[in-house]
Every structure is written in C-alpha cells, then in structure tokens.
C-alpha cells in the first residue's frame, strides 16, 4: 500500500512568490494536517483538515491557507515567500477524526528553500 | 502552556552500546497522549510509541524500552544494543485530547549518531 505522498520533493523559489505544495494521504485516510520543519528543529503545526473541512490552525500568517480535496488529497498554499519559509513542509494522514489521538503517518516532505 | 523538551542535542554512541533520550513535557490537560518519532536523513517521520497519560506501564518492543513517569512529567526513551541504523534524529511529541487544535507539540529533536 502507497504511503503518504508528497510533491514536489524539493523546490527553490525567490522572496515574493507563490509556492503550492501537495499531498496524497494513505488510503482510506479522511485527516491531513500540515507541519513546518525549519531546519535543526521540530516539526510546528500548520493546519488539519478533516473531511475537507478546517479542523485546527496553528500560528502561521495569513500567506498560509490550505484545501482538502474531495478524495482526501491537500495543497498548502504560501504566499508573498519570505527566506523564513525555507523548510521541511510535512504533510501527515490519520485514520481519526482527532488526528492528535491517533498515530500520524508523514510522507517524506517538500524541502522549500526561498532565495 | 503545552511544551515538549528534549535537552539533548546530540549524542554520540558507538555501536551495542545503550542508550537514553530524555524527554520532559509540559500540559494543563489531565488526558493526554505522548509519541516518540524517528526520522531518519530521508525525512519522514517514523512512528515508534504512542502512550496515554492514564497508562504508565513501561514499553519493551525489541531493543526499545520506554518509560513514563507523570510524576515527573517524562518519556523516556531507550535504545539497547544500539546499532548504527538507529542512526537519526529522534523526536518526541504531546498532544492534548481536549485542546481542540488537533495538532502535536513536537520537541526540538535529538540527533542519535551511532559509530561502528
């Protein structure tokens, strides 16, 4: 079975742009939710979706808006690219409603560096 | 204020040596859910434990252990006979049933190097 996916898996941009990342969750998987890695730290929290609806958000600006699709799959969107953007963005799928609950299976990430 | 800390940065071990990575945390919540994470250079995070706060039996899978203690608010975690595939950076996360932001507090990581 097809783990989380991820693309693209490495992407360099300038400061100003706009840059959408995508996910597949496994399947049978409703949840998504979204994680920034900055380089030497741990994963911070962006959003979940369930069911395509927003169902957290974490402390990132406005730039920042994402989707759910109807077969489960997700876009983060970042806007206006600043340098600080540059990161590891996960994409992560559960098989709960409460995806804090549950075990969260990642996919290998889209490595973001802004120019 | 939910808050995971892992003060090791980085250690060092060589190869069937035992090892612990320490891990403290920090929640108003009285129901809970602790996590450990591998991630190896490829960049996925790996699941290895997951743990609720009404559950403070030790954890023994293979060469893992783990070890919960509320009353010191940690995670700990052990690695015997480790092995230079353990190699990778390790990280422990919280999340909160009842906060309604669905979403794990990770810690900053330890990187694990183990030499042959």
């Known amino acids: 079975d097809a783990g989380v996916t991820q693309s693209p898996t490495h992407l360099i941009k300038t400061r100003g742009q706009h840059v959408t990342l995508r996910c597949s969750p496994i399947?049978?998987?409703?949840?998504v939710s979204w994680y920034q890695q900055v380089l030497g730290q741990g994963p911070q929290f962006i959003f979940q979706?369930?069911?395509?609806?927003?169902?957290g958000r974490g402390n990132f600006p406005d730039r920042f808006s994402a989707r759910q699709f109807p077969n489960y799959s997700s876009e983060l969107n970042v806007n206006a690219l600043l340098l600080g953007d540059s990161a590891l963005y996960l994409c992560?799928?559960?098989?709960?409603?409460?995806?804090?609950?549950?075990?969260?299976?990642f996919g290998e990430g889209s490595r973001l560096t802004v120019l | 204020a939910q808050k995971v800390t892992q003060a090791q940065t980085e250690i060092s071990v060589v190869e069937k040596e035992d090892v612990t990575l320490d891990c403290v945390y920090e929640?108003?919540?009285?129901?809970?859910?602790l996590f450990w994470y591998k991630q190896p250079p490829s960049g996925e995070l790996v699941f290895l434990i997951r743990?609720?706060?009404?559950?403070?039996q030790n954890e023994i899978s293979g060469r893992y252990s783990w070890n919960f203690q509320k009353s010191t608010n940690s995670f700990n975690f052990t690695i015997t006979a480790s092995q230079v595939v353990d190699s990778a950076v390790y990280f422990c996360?919280?999340?909160?049933?009842?906060?309604?932001?669905?979403?794990?507090?990770f810690g900053t990581g330890t990187r694990l190097k183990v030499l042959a």
């Open positions: 399947s049978g998987h409703k949840s």
């Open positions: 979706y369930y069911e395509k609806e927003e169902r």
């Open positions: 996360a919280l999340s909160e049933v009842y906060s309604g932001t669905y979403k794990y507090i």
């Open positions: 929640t108003r919540d009285t129901t809970y859910y």
């Open positions: 743990r609720n706060s009404f559950d403070e």
């Open positions: 992560a799928s559960s098989l709960r409603r409460q995806g804090n609950t549950g075990e969260l299976f």
